[in-house]
Nanobody, 124 residues
Framework: QVQLVESGGGSVQAGGSLRLSCVVSGDAYRRTCVGWFRQAPGKEREGVAALYTGGGSTVYADSVKGRFTISQDNAKNTVYLQMNSLKPEDTAMYYC?????????????????WGQGTQVTVSS
């Protein structure tokens, strides 16, 4: 079991940017897959981006490619989600989660440990 804490959510106008942070417990950070997921009211939870902390490999949902970037700071055990060119449809609660990298990187069912979430609201 690992601990994850998200931060960085807020309100922004369409076209703006936000950077989300996810701090992962130190003992579990290495060789962990960390994913960002989002869920809007009435919608299913969807995978946004994921990163393998051991090597930095990344994967993105088609809906955010070219706009979002996932990255890490190993010294801080932190994974970031830089969100640029935000759209109203990006509005959702964003969660980070950790897995043992044995399942699909953008599938919620593959992740065992979850943060509490941070709200992102994009206005027109």
């Amino acid at each position: 079991q690992v601990q994850l804490v998200e931060s960085g959510g807020g309100s922004v106008q369409a076209g703006g940017s936000l950077r989300l942070s996810c701090v992962v417990s130190g003992d579990a950070y290495r060789r962990t897959c960390v994913g960002w997921f989002r869920q809007a009211p009435g919608k299913e939870r969807e995978g946004v981006a994921a990163l393998y902390t051991g090597g930095g490999s990344t994967v993105y949902a088609d809906s955010v490619k070219g706009r979002f970037t996932i990255s890490q700071d190993n010294a801080k055990n932190t994974v970031y989600l830089q969100m640029n060119s935000l759209k109203p449809e990006d509005t959702a609660m964003y969660y980070c989660a950790a897995s043992r990298c044995s399942g699909g990187p953008l599938l919620s069912s593959a992740y065992n440990d979850w943060g509490q979430g941070t709200q992102v609201t994009v206005s027109s």
